[in-house]
């Protein structure tokens, strides 16, 4: 097999392996060589038309494009769908499942079973992610080892929260700050900040409605008198956070806890073949037993999204997911960007 057709009504096929010219590709001979995982027209494709693969559109040809010919970069445009978003209107729902699944897990107060037991030290702005990191690097396996319970203590930083406004991307940091507190594979959590950032600690904690105590904990290095002083103290937290977060253990938990975070490995034109169906099945066994899937990256399903239109539960739902990608047109807009190459 030298090519794979992903439907019939597609106007180009894959190249299986590097095809020389004169290789026959779907009853077409190649023109000129043709890298692995390429695409080879096999009809005329007219200038301007769209070119189809998995039977949709993936652009329009910027040229008159033969039969045989290479399709790429250099012969197909990009250009926005105007899509006629159905919704609903393919439903699949799922197959109940014989038997209730369950794993091994941590139980959590208030919010789903977690895979992991952690304890994770988080900087509110750039300015203290040298001590997030410094506090977290202490604790190696040999410190972690009189505690069996405990998965790792993990350091999570980020470049920003000092001179920002205080809009849209304060609102979107936060709120990431708080996924990860309430993240069920932590346990305990120390944010570590420096005093005079935009992105307040005390905000964060008043606006997503987070609960100092034992197993969270927070401290501000001009309060304690420098980075030396405050990773001396982080340390201290986090080594009498370690007996409570030990004494969580695994125990059977249902599978209707879990949620799987998918993202992009970096697309190739092997991922839609092969990775992408092959998680696709495995998110519908885990939404058969009541899990949850999520995609992280929004621009990725650009141009397919009206596949996904038709299969939500209803127009509501279906509106919600229209409404984000327009979103983020306009968000790439803004910030001179490109909904291109996803």
Not at 88 to 96: D, F
Not at 224 to 231: E, H, L, M, Q, Y
Not at 251 to 275: F, N, R
């Amino acid at each position: 097999m030298t090519t794979i057709r992903l439907s019939a009504t597609d106007n180009v096929v894959t190249a299986a392996a590097p095809l020389a010219a004169g290789t026959d590709a779907d009853g077409v001979a190649v023109r000129g060589p043709i890298p692995r995982g390429h695409k080879v027209a096999t009809v005329a494709i007219p200038r301007g038309a769209p070119v189809f693969k998995y039977a949709q559109i993936i652009g329009y040809a910027a040229a008159d494009i033969a039969p045989g010919e290479h399709v790429h970069t250099h012969n197909l445009d990009f250009r926005a769908v105007a899509h006629d978003y159905a919704f609903a209107t393919n439903l699949v729902p799922p197959q109940a499942p014989a038997t209730r699944d369950s794993f091994m897990g941590y139980r959590r107060e208030g919010r789903p079973a977690g895979t992991r037991n952690t304890i994770a030290v988080l900087s509110s702005v750039n300015c203290s992610a040298t001590a997030a990191r410094r506090i977290a690097d202490h604790f190696t396996p040999d410190r972690l080892a009189a505690y069996p319970n405990v998965d790792g203590v993990n350091a999570f930083v980020h470049g920003t929260g000092c001179g920002m406004g205080t809009g849209e991307g304060l609102e979107t940091l936060q709120r990431v700050m708080w996924g990860y507190a309430r993240n069920p594979n932590v346990a305990g959590v120390l944010m570590a900040g420096l005093g005079c950032e935009v992105n307040q600690i005390d905000w964060l904690v008043e606006a997503h409605g987070l609960t100092p105590g034992p197993l969270f904990q927070a401290m501000n290095i001009q309060d304690v008198g420098g980075t030396r002083k405050t990773v001396e103290l982080g340390i201290r937290k986090v080594e009498a956070m370690l007996p409570l977060v030990n004494e969580f253990s695994r125990a059977p938990c249902p599978v209707s806890d879990l949620m799987l975070a998918l993202q992009c490995g970096g697309s190739d034109a092997w991922s839609g073949i092969t990775a992408t169906p092959a998680l696709g099945h495995a998110v519908d066994l885990l939404v058969a037993q009541g899990g949850t899937g999520v995609l992280s990256e929004t621009p990725e399903i650009y141009g397919a999204e009206h596949l996904l239109t038709a299969r939500a539960v209803d127009g509501t739902v279906g509106r919600k997911l229209v409404g984000l990608i327009h979103w983020w047109e306009d968000y790439t807009e803004r910030n001179r960007g490109s909904m291109d190459n996803n």
